[in-house]
């Protein structure tokens, strides 16, 4: 199944198959339901393509002869990275199984394409210029870190050099 492309199989009915989630927020808007009664049990595990954009609230739906016309929402909650790294298009897919496999459902998976739309909100702010050092010498400038959201707990921010040959923290 290609992620960006949703599909449905006969025997099933999904309502918006392309949903758009901002990140941190929840979505109940893509909803499952069965197209006719089944015989026996009928359970449809729902699975987040990339769990570090999208999680799913309940991966476990199931459908019997009582509730098979009641729609079940898809809860889709798109996950806040902290990167400003554009919108994402994340595949959540669908597997259908059936205590009784005559079920027309049994068997069956779909996928729904859920674009994830970046929040634009970074982890911190830095602030105090970029430094410019010579070679052999030194930058006794100040930066600030600023986090752009109130931390839940302690924060400690450890800098480190990608090429120690060329510049050393300390």
Do not use: C, M
């Not at 449905?8 to 893509?30: F, K």
């Not at 909650?77 to 496999?101: M, W």
């Not at 870190?145 to 050393?168: H, K, M, Q, R, Y």
């Amino acid at each position: 199944i290609n992620p960006g492309i949703p599909s449905t199989p006969a025997g099933v009915t999904v309502t918006n198959t392309t949903p758009q989630i901002t990140e941190n927020n929840t979505y109940l808007g893509s909803t499952i339901v069965l197209d006719s009664a089944p015989v026996g049990t009928v359970t449809i595990s729902i699975t987040s393509g990339d769990l570090t954009e999208i999680t799913i609230g309940s991966p476990t739906l199931t459908f019997d002869s009582t509730n098979w016309s009641t729609p079940q929402a898809i809860i889709q909650t798109a996950i806040e990275d902290y990167e400003v790294d554009g919108n994402q298009t994340t595949g959540v897919s669908y597997t259908i199984s059936s205590t009784n496999t005559s079920d027309v459902v049994h068997g069956k998976f779909g996928n729904i394409a859920t674009q994830v739309l970046d929040s634009g909100r970074d982890l911190f702010t830095i602030g105090g210029g970029t430094p410019t050092v010579a070679e052999g010498g030194s930058d006794n400038t100040t930066y600030t870190f600023v986090l752009d959201d109130a931390p839940s707990g302690s924060v400690t921010v450890t800098l480190t050099s990608t090429d120690t040959n060329e510049v050393i923290i300390g």
